[in-house]
């Protein structure tokens, strides 16, 4: 696994909770300056994805296909989810529910680091 990559979407991610947490704070909806980050995200976590993919086909390591590939994809799914939750919900609740969606991606990404290290 690409380590460097690993680590700034752990940094993006938890950057992009506190943002939300702020606007939950303020009582204010999501913005496109939130979006814009979670697009980059995104990005990152789609690259690591095909870049999971090829190491784990590379390796002679002891890693288990399935539960790494399955945290790759859910935490490519997590964030868009979280997203669409948030566009959907006019309350400060859905900057919080954001947050937490945010939150998810760095505990996925640390445990698919252990995966692959292990």
């Known amino acids: 696994m690409y380590e460097p990559l690993t680590w700034t979407l752990v940094g993006l991610s938890l950057a992009a909770m506190v943002f939300a947490i702020v606007l ?14 979670l697009g980059v995200i995104e990005v990152g976590l789609l690259a690591q994805l095909v870049v999971g993919i090829v190491q784990l ?51 996925l990404e640390l445990r698919m680091h252990e995966i692959w290290v292990a």
């Open 24 to 37: 939950a704070a303020l009582d204010r909806r999501i913005n496109w300056t939130l979006l814009g980050v």
């Open 57 to 107: 086909a590379g390796t002679s390591r002891d890693v288990s296909g399935p539960f790494f590939v399955g945290y790759l994809i859910g935490a490519l799914l997590v964030l868009p989810l979280g997203a669409l939750w948030a566009l959907a919900e006019s309350s400060r609740w859905g900057a919080g529910a954001l947050a937490v969606a945010c939150l998810v991606v760095p505990v």
